[in-house]
């Protein structure tokens, strides 16, 4: 994963620490966090995208059906290799979306609205 894959706002997974004990915790990326992912000062940090699920979809407010999860005007489907995101109006596949960071990534870039966690 590169910096220039991620915006502010993006949640991927960051382990802090040496030992062995250091776990893989979602964060929320924010301006420092982007630079030190593109400057790579800091070694002992360890920066990994979170793989797309439907635990994720249904965290960001998305519902599910038989077929599809979906929102507004979106529809995702599952696929063996991650999920393909659709737009309801052409209902033609957009992309492949494996990454919580991508999806929230596309998600601004066609709607202009941030992809929010829904409590």
């Given at each position: 994963m590169e910096a220039?894959?991620?915006r502010i706002g993006n949640l991927v997974n960051i382990k802090c620490g040496l030992f062995d004990d250091a776990k893989f915790e979602p964060?929320?990326?924010?301006?420092?966090?982007?630079?030190?992912?593109?400057?790579?000062?800091?070694?002992?940090?360890?920066?990994?995208?979170?793989?797309?699920t439907e635990e994720w979809l249904l965290k960001f407010g998305f519902e599910s059906d038989d077929e599809f999860i979906f929102e507004k005007?979106?529809?995702i489907c599952k696929t063996k290799q991650g999920y393909v995101y659709f737009d309801f109006s052409v209902m033609?596949?957009?992309?492949?979306?494996?990454?919580?960071?991508?999806?929230?990534?596309?998600h601004f870039a066609l709607t202009g609205e941030e992809l929010e966690l829904i409590d």
């Open positions: 220039k894959e991620l964060c929320v990326i924010d301006f420092m966090e982007l630079n030190e992912i593109h400057q790579k000062h800091r070694e002992w940090i360890e920066y990994k995208p979170i793989p797309l005007d979106i529809r033609d596949p957009i992309c492949d979306v494996k990454y919580v960071h991508q999806l929230q990534n596309l």
